[in-house]
């Protein structure tokens, strides 16, 4: 879809200087502008590239002054950055603005379905699922018996959603999204093997909620493990049954949450960070990638390392970590001139 400089700037309520009629199909880098793109200027370390960039329309803060001549058409605005995300946003619901019905699907006669859906080639809608309005469900998705899904949501290619979840509204779900698989749980057995402890529970998503690919959530043994409103998930995380992720809260990649544990809101948590079952992780908590949480955290407090511990006493160790060799080597030394002396 092309859109004029003149869209973008009533869109951006911002000044044209050039030609108002240049059109843009596609975005770029301001180093990689091609005819036919829009981009962005906001960091005065790319002014250069201003001057030779190919892009048709280039986003520029207010108080731009070329300092020679420019052939690309500029908007202008309050906020470059804020602006293009602005136009990223309105480009995305553009994009994947796709309503109707493709051939082949299966939808249960049960099944309740709001209205501007759109359901893709190959998704399953199993039985009594509930969708609200405005819901877009790419290809291959499985929608088990009993789901809820709210309304606005986007559950991209590939999204499994067991029986039995519950789905707020203006949520999104990227490919390989799975949610209310079993919970890790089993009994061991007097020879040695293990028995299946069943999960009943189910997976609760409240509204604004962001997941990843890869991510998948399990449901509860009993109850509900719930992520709450406004949880950004990464990709490729691993929330355990039972677990209870509090509003706002954001999770980098890689990391993984054990069963039963309740971590607070406005928490950050960076990548690769395993957290022990059966612990609370209050509000406002910060947690450094890699880090290892075996025991409760209090409120407030910024931790790293493993076992993790207070960010500040973190660094003042790691010095001393990095000089063992060194340390070790001393008192090696001592010792052996203190055995000479005493002899």
Known sequence: MNFTAQQIAEILEGDIVGNPNVEVSKLSKIEEG????????????????????????????????????????????????????????????????????????????????????????????????????????????????????????????GVKIYSETQIGNNCVLHSGVILGSDGFGFAPNKEGTYSKVPQTGNVIIEDYVDIGSATTIDRATLGATIIRKGVKLDNQIQIAHNVEVGENTVIAAQTGVSGSTKIGKNCMIGGQVGVAGHIKIGD????????????????????????????????????????????????NNLEKKYKTQSE
């Not at 199993?126 to 809820?148: F, Q």
């Not at 880090?291 to 003042?316: C, H, L, M, Y």
């Open 34 to 157: 091609e005819t036919g793109s829009l981009t962005f200027l906001s960091n005065p370390k790319y002014n250069p590239y201003l001057y030779t960039t190919k892009a048709s329309i280039a986003i520029v803060n207010k108080s731009f002054t070329p300092e020679k001549e420019i052939e690309t058409t500029l908007i202008k605005v309050e906020d470059a950055y804020a602006a293009f995300s602005k136009v990223l946003e309105f480009y995305n619901e553009v994009k994947n603005n796709k309503t109707g019905r493709e051939q082949p699907h299966f939808i249960s006669s049960t099944a309740l379905i709001g209205t501007n859906e759109y359901i893709g080639a190959f998704a399953y809608i199993g039985e009594h699922v509930t969708i609200g309005e405005n819901v877009k469900i790419y290809p291959n998705v499985y929608v088990g018996d009993n789901v809820v899904i709210g309304n606005n949501c986007t559950l991209f290619s």
């Open 284 to 331: 406002n908590v910060k947690i450094g990638a890699q880090s290892g949480v075996t025991k409760s955290v209090k409120e407030n407090q910024v931790i790293n390392g493993t076992p993790a511990f207070g960010f500040s006493d973190f660094n003042k160790s790691y010095v001393y970590f990095k000089k063992l060799p060194e340390l070790v080597k001393t008192i």
